[in-house]
Protein backbone atom coordinates (compact mmCIF):
# COMPACT_ATOMS: atom_id res chain seq x y z
CA UNK A 1 0.00 0.00 0.00
CA UNK A 2 1.40 3.51 -1.61
CA UNK A 3 1.67 5.86 1.66
CA UNK A 4 1.97 9.25 1.19
CA UNK A 5 3.60 11.88 3.81
CA UNK A 6 3.43 15.80 3.83
CA UNK A 7 5.85 18.18 5.23
CA UNK A 8 6.81 21.92 5.25
CA UNK A 9 4.01 23.20 7.34
CA UNK A 10 4.39 25.66 10.08
CA UNK A 11 3.06 28.79 11.66
CA UNK A 12 3.32 31.82 9.27
CA UNK A 13 2.46 35.30 9.11
CA UNK A 14 -0.01 36.83 6.68
CA UNK A 15 1.57 37.52 3.81
CA UNK A 16 3.86 35.25 3.96
CA UNK A 17 4.90 31.91 2.11
CA UNK A 18 5.22 28.02 2.75
CA UNK A 19 6.03 25.19 0.17
CA UNK A 20 4.15 22.06 0.90
CA UNK A 21 6.17 18.81 -0.01
CA UNK A 22 4.71 15.62 -0.29
CA UNK A 23 6.49 12.44 -0.73
CA UNK A 24 5.21 8.92 -1.83
CA UNK A 25 6.47 5.56 -1.10
CA UNK A 26 4.90 4.16 -4.62
CA UNK A 27 4.51 5.90 -7.87
CA UNK A 28 2.78 8.85 -8.34
CA UNK A 29 2.21 8.71 -12.04
CA UNK A 30 0.35 8.36 -13.62
CA UNK A 31 -2.27 9.67 -10.85
CA UNK A 32 -3.85 12.80 -11.03
CA UNK A 33 -2.33 14.30 -7.51
CA UNK A 34 -4.25 16.56 -5.34
CA UNK A 35 -3.66 19.20 -2.12
CA UNK A 36 -7.07 19.68 -0.13
CA UNK A 37 -7.22 21.25 3.05
CA UNK A 38 -9.68 21.22 6.12
CA UNK A 39 -9.99 24.09 8.21
CA UNK A 40 -10.75 24.31 11.65
CA UNK A 41 -14.08 23.42 12.41
CA UNK A 42 -15.18 22.34 8.51
CA UNK A 43 -15.33 20.33 5.91
CA UNK A 44 -12.24 19.03 4.04
CA UNK A 45 -12.28 20.91 0.82
CA UNK A 46 -10.43 20.82 -2.84
CA UNK A 47 -7.25 22.91 -3.16
CA UNK A 48 -5.42 22.41 -6.44
CA UNK A 49 -5.12 19.01 -8.16
CA UNK A 50 -2.74 18.29 -11.25
CA UNK A 51 -3.09 15.65 -13.92
CA UNK A 52 -0.19 13.58 -14.99
CA UNK A 53 0.19 14.90 -17.86
CA UNK A 54 0.73 18.32 -15.83
CA UNK A 55 -2.69 20.11 -16.26
CA UNK A 56 -3.53 22.20 -12.72
CA UNK A 57 -6.74 23.13 -11.44
CA UNK A 58 -7.36 25.60 -8.53
CA UNK A 59 -10.28 26.26 -6.34
CA UNK A 60 -11.18 30.37 -6.55
CA UNK A 61 -9.83 31.14 -3.85
CA UNK A 62 -6.20 30.31 -3.84
CA UNK A 63 -5.93 31.05 -7.71
CA UNK A 64 -3.13 33.37 -8.69
CA UNK A 65 -1.02 32.44 -4.85
CA UNK A 66 -0.57 28.60 -4.90
CA UNK A 67 0.90 26.46 -7.56
CA UNK A 68 0.88 22.74 -7.47
CA UNK A 69 3.59 20.37 -8.99
CA UNK A 70 5.03 17.67 -9.51
CA UNK A 71 8.22 15.27 -9.89
CA UNK A 72 7.33 11.75 -11.31
CA UNK A 73 10.64 10.61 -10.85
CA UNK A 74 11.13 11.54 -7.05
CA UNK A 75 7.20 10.79 -6.42
CA UNK A 76 6.86 14.10 -4.86
CA UNK A 77 3.99 16.77 -5.07
CA UNK A 78 4.18 20.19 -4.50
CA UNK A 79 2.30 23.07 -2.93
CA UNK A 80 3.79 26.37 -3.35
CA UNK A 81 1.74 29.16 -1.30
CA UNK A 82 2.25 32.44 -1.90
CA UNK A 83 0.41 36.01 -0.12
CA UNK A 84 -0.78 33.65 2.60
CA UNK A 85 -3.82 34.82 5.00
CA UNK A 86 -5.77 34.04 7.63
CA UNK A 87 -8.50 32.09 6.37
CA UNK A 88 -6.00 29.67 4.51
CA UNK A 89 -4.85 28.15 8.28
CA UNK A 90 -6.28 24.34 7.94
CA UNK A 91 -4.51 21.39 7.69
CA UNK A 92 -2.82 20.46 4.71
CA UNK A 93 -3.54 16.48 3.20
CA UNK A 94 -2.00 14.82 -0.50
CA UNK A 95 -3.84 12.81 -2.26
CA UNK A 96 -2.89 10.22 -4.51
CA UNK A 97 -5.69 9.38 -7.33
CA UNK A 98 -9.15 8.65 -5.69
CA UNK A 99 -8.50 7.32 -1.94
CA UNK A 100 -5.00 7.47 -0.73
CA UNK A 101 -4.02 9.97 1.22
CA UNK A 102 -1.64 11.29 3.88
CA UNK A 103 -1.32 12.55 7.37
CA UNK A 104 -1.51 15.94 6.92
CA UNK A 105 0.14 18.66 7.77
CA UNK A 106 -0.77 22.31 9.88
CA UNK A 107 -0.51 25.33 8.43
CA UNK A 108 -1.55 28.48 10.30
CA UNK A 109 -1.29 31.89 9.29
CA UNK A 110 -1.47 34.25 11.92
CA UNK A 111 0.28 37.65 13.56
Known amino acids: QVQLAESGGGLVQPGGSLRLSCAATGSIFPFTMGWYRQPPGKQRELVAT???????NYVDSVKGRFTISRDNTNRMVYLQMNSLKPEDTAVYYC??????WGQGTQVTVSS
Open 95 to 100: KRGLNI
Open 50 to 56: ISSGGST
